[in-house]
């Protein structure tokens, strides 16, 4: 049975949405993470040590429940968006998007023809159900599929008037990380400047009509992001969850 992106309709409505970071490579912290109520979580092939088949893994964790499960993608090239989508993902994260041909090659090849140029698999996919439902997925693969274009840089944030030109991509999502290290100011949100550029990157999106993501960060919690018209944050991730969660438990105990 093809599923509805529960995420995408979410955002669709104009609903404030929540996700959660996977960076463990870890099926038992997907499991977990998915049945405490995120919207979406996030599958990180960019910085973690996890690949295709442990991702496999964690998606089949995460699939009883409603939670939406997006990658993201560790270079920003065709063959693995077709491998994640074949898998079962119903969407790709693309980091540091900075030029509107890199965005359209991706979402070229996460849809089928005429849209894009995705290689058919869905006769056996795993994201078919075998090909059991292959008829049924291939019809409404683009329907369900969400895309997020990442900003990460002062080029992305110039970029984002023409990177908004390409189709079928459903959301901007804005990396704070990354985006202060790329003015010299990493981790250092309360920059007059990192602000100032943050600022462009969130009104030029809205101004693009596209759906506005991000992270949380110190001074930025999620009612401030979702109060700037930001649809979709990620709150969290495995790792500082189970870091936060242990040191809360451990430092007290070596102190009594």
């Not at 109520?37 to 442990?54: K, M, Q, R, V």
């Not at 989508?85 to 994260?93: K, N, R, Y």
């Not at 979709?232 to 438990?249: E, I, K, P, W």
């Amino acid at each position: 049975m093809v599923r509805a992106n529960h995420l995408k309709r979410r955002i669709l409505a104009d609903e404030p949405t929540v996700g959660c970071w996977l960076f463990m490579g870890s099926a038992a912290s997907a499991e977990i993470l998915s049945h405490c109520g995120y919207d979406a979580l996030l599958i990180d092939h960019e910085h973690s040590p996890g690949g295709l088949e442990t991702a496999v893994d964690q998606l089949r964790a995460i699939a009883p429940t409603p939670t939406t499960t997006l990658v993201r993608l560790g270079d920003n090239i065709a063959a693995p968006v077709k491998q994640v989508l074949d898998a079962g993902a119903e969407g790709i994260v693309a980091a540091n998007i900075e030029d509107a041909d890199t965005l359209d090659g991706l979402v070229s090849a996460a849809l089928y023809p005429p849209l894009g140029r995705r290689g058919a698999h869905f006769t056996v996919s795993r994201a078919a159900r075998w090909g059991l439902d292959g008829d049924a997925y291939a019809e409404r693969a683009a329907e369900e599929l969400l895309v997020v274009a990442m900003i990460e840089s002062a080029a992305g944030v110039a970029a984002i008037p023409e990177l908004a030109k390409v189709r079928h991509v459903d959301m901007f999502f804005i990396g704070p990380l990354d985006l202060s290290a790329s003015i010299g100011l990493m981790g250092r949100y309360a920059d007059p400047a990192f602000v100032e550029l943050l600022d462009e990157a969130e009104r030029r999106t809205r101004e693009a009509g596209i759906v506005l993501g991000g992270a949380t960060m110190p001074g930025h919690d999620a009612a401030a992001l979702f109060g700037r018209g930001y649809r979709f944050v990620t709150t969290a991730s495995d790792v500082g969850l189970l870091r936060d969660g242990g040191l809360q438990m451990a430092q007290p105990a070596l102190h009594c």
